[in-house]
């Protein structure tokens, strides 16, 4: 497996030895990205490779924003390449919300919080979910809440009835 994180941070060579004064290639992360991808697509998928490039989120400021766009796959940065090359497209939801927090007995400290993560792109009929798992924090075996992860699925599947803080089994 190769990370790459973040492609926003790679810089062609030709611009990695220009000063701040100088001019740089326009557009040179969403070039650099694309040649990467060209260059790297057949040869991990043949070898049985991962490749895992992190970008970051680009905000579009419109003057309109009731104007027609196009429609926008995912808002990465780098150009449309990695859209193309890609046969997954995760895209993390924040989760600076309160609603997304879990609370102790105090109401103050967050215990942890649910990880959003909407499917953008798949090689299967997945595109367009979105997934939720709970994060707890400090914990000692990793931070996936499997506790909270198996009773929200048994109560997904209506295993288990919640009233309360009561838990009955159906």
Known sequence: MFII???D?????????????EAVKVAGGA???????KRLALRTSHN??????????RSKVSV???????????????????QHYANWILEFQPNHYKSSKFFGKDKEVPIGHNCKIAIRKSMTE???LVVEYPIK????N??????????SQLGAWEMIKKSGPWISFT
């Not at 070039?31 to 991808?37: A, G, I, K, M, R």
């Open 5 to 7: 994180d973040s492609m």
């Open 9 to 21: 941070a790679l810089i062609p060579k030709n611009d990695a030895d220009k000063g701040l004064d």
């Open 31 to 37: 070039l650099l990205t694309s040649t990467l991808c």
């Open 48 to 57: 049985g490779h991962i490749a895992l490039c992190i970008c970051q989120v």
């Open 64 to 82: 309109n924003p009731y104007a027609k766009e196009d429609a926008k796959l995912s808002n990465n940065s780098g150009g449309n390449a990695l």
């Open 126 to 128: 997945n595109t367009g």
């Open 137 to 140: 924090y400090k914990s000692e």
């Open 142 to 151: 990793g931070s996936v809440w499997v506790e909270k992860e198996i009773i």
